[in-house]
Structure formats: structure tokens, C-alpha cells
């Protein structure tokens, strides 16, 4: 259950950099985004191998007590998948134990921050 941010540590990852989805991302490359998200539905149950930022990740998540006025760190996933692919992505956060609730997914379109009326794109 997602709790008031304002007064934490956020840091947020993208999906490709705490999961390895290198085998994901040639389905797409080589076939179709029809193809990955039929690819994606057919390796639900398949958890996915830890990518190059889930041992840091793994350790920030660590600093968390138990109790929700205990847990100085909040980890917002960002992923260019749609909800509905990122199922397994979620799965694979629920089988490692890390308490990830919140999520951001742009459905393949392009992430962008706005700031002070300049346009940055979040890779």
C-alpha cells in the first residue's frame, strides 16, 4: 500500500534496469509489439533474472522498517510497457519481497519531466 511521499527518499527505476529484460526487448525489436505483448502474457508466470540496479535497489528497500512511519524509502517504478505487460514485471517485484507500489506505465509512448517549462526526457 503506497503511503504519503513528501517527506521521503524517492528514487525511481526503470523496469529495464532492475529487471533484465534483454530477451523481452528483442521480441519487441525483432517481431512486433503485438508479438512482445504476446510474449509478455505467455512468461507471466516466468520470474524475471534481477537487472543491473535490483541489488541497489535491494538495499535502499532494506533501510524500510516495518511500519509504514518507519520506511524512509519509496521506489517508483517507471516502465514504457502498459499495465497490462507489466503484470509480469510486478509478479517478478512480489516473488524477490521488495515492496515496490508504485508505478508509472507509458504504454510505449515517450517519458518526459516538465520542469520550470523545459522538456527533459527520463530514459
Known amino acids: ?24 526487448d528483442k521480441v519487441f525489436k525483432e517481431k512486433s509489439e503485438e508479438e512482445y505483448r504476446k510474449y509478455q ?7 524475471l533474472e534481477p537487472g543491473v540496479a535490483f541489488p541497489l535497489i535491494k538495499r535502499l528497500l ?3 522498517g516495518h511500519d509504514p512511519s ?22 517478478s517485484i512480489e516473488h524477490y519481497g521488495l515492496s515496490i507500489s508504485r508505478a508509472a506505465f507509458v504504454a510505449g509512448g515517450n517519458s518526459f519531466v516538465y520542469c520550470h ?7
Open 1 to 24: 500500500m503506497p503511503y504519503p511521499i513528501e517527506e521521503k527518499f524517492v528514487v525511481a527505476v526503470a523496469s529495464s534496469a532492475l529487471f533484465n529484460l534483454e530477451e523481452s
Open 117 to 123: 517549462g523545459k522538456e527533459y526526457t527520463c530514459s
Open 62 to 64: 532494506m533501510i524500510n
Open 41 to 47: 502474457r505467455e512468461n507471466e508466470a516466468l520470474v
Open 70 to 91: 518507519d520506511q524512509p524509502v519509496e521506489v517508483v517504478l517507471m516502465s514504457r510497457n502498459d499495465p497490462d505487460t507489466g503484470l509480469r514485471v510486478f509478479k
